[in-house]
């Protein structure tokens, strides 16, 4: 079982701080995904890494994969009300149809 | 609008019955479906994977027999919660993989089936 930890568990920060999450694993993934999830709800796509080194923006979310693609990082710039919400990092292995395994999550909190 | 859609939303089941769980893809064919559960404040733990036409594979630790997979269309997979217990009352997320090439094989998830065993 390939297991992703992801830290910290929780982060509450001001509104207009920067943040990092991190995804670790010590096996190797085909691609890595980050997902965020909102109470109640399925989670929600931001982003898909395949390539060690890669770096992805979507607007003020950098999202990036390791160089031996075992591990991610998601830093957020100037984070607002609305990034509040659970992060969660998938890998896969191999390509295809295979499943998915969830990072553990980050909670992250953006106080007004 | 969503393309793989879970019903019934939520449910609440008395202790001792069964509760069947839907998960359609709606703007694709999906041989393979995944079915996950979410206990509060924590992250998604896979419980089986659904395979059209033929039995689902289930992760270590997962009962088949209390936990029904069925995947009779390309487009629906159904979980029964069979004798379900107030342990059980949980959310319960499905997943399927576009196979289309201009989505690039993304994996959408339903909304979510919240259950609660009374």
């Known amino acids: 079982t390939q297991l992703l930890e992801q830290s910290p568990q929780f982060l509450s920060i001001q509104e207009g701080e920067n943040l990092t999450v991190y995804c670790n694993s010590s096996?190797?993934?085909?691609?890595l995904q980050w997902y965020r999830q909102e109470p109640g709800e399925g989670p929600v796509l931001l982003v898909t890494v395949v390539t060690g080194g890669e770096v992805k923006k979507l607007k003020r979310l950098t999202f990036q994969f390791g160089d031996a693609r075992k591990d991610s990082s998601l830093h957020i710039t100037a984070a607002q009300p609305g990034d509040t919400g659970l992060y969660l990092c998938?890998?896969?292995?191999?390509?295809?149809?295979?499943?998915?395994?969830f990072g553990t999550g980050t909670r992250l909190t953006i106080i007004p | 609008g969503a393309v793989v859609s879970q019903h019934p939303s939520w449910v609440i089941c008395k202790s001792g019955t069964s509760v069947k769980i839907e998960c359609r893809s709606l703007d694709f064919q999906a041989t393979t479906m995944f079915w996950y559960r979410q206990f509060p404040k924590q992250s998604l733990m896979l419980m089986a994977t659904s395979n059209e036409g033929s039995k689902a594979t289930y992760e270590q630790g997962v009962e088949k027999d209390k936990f029904l997979i069925n995947h009779a269309s390309l487009t629906l997979s159904t979980l029964t919660v069979t004798s379900a217990h107030p342990e059980d009352s949980s959310f319960y997320i499905c997943?399927?993989?576009?196979?289309?090439?201009?989505?690039?094989?993304?994996?959408?998830f339903g909304e979510g089936s919240w259950l609660t065993v009374v």
């Open positions: 997943s399927a993989r576009d196979p289309r090439g201009h989505s690039g094989n993304t994996i959408y």
């Open positions: 998938a890998g896969e292995v191999g390509f295809g149809n295979e499943k998915l395994t």
């Open positions: 096996s190797v993934f085909s691609s």
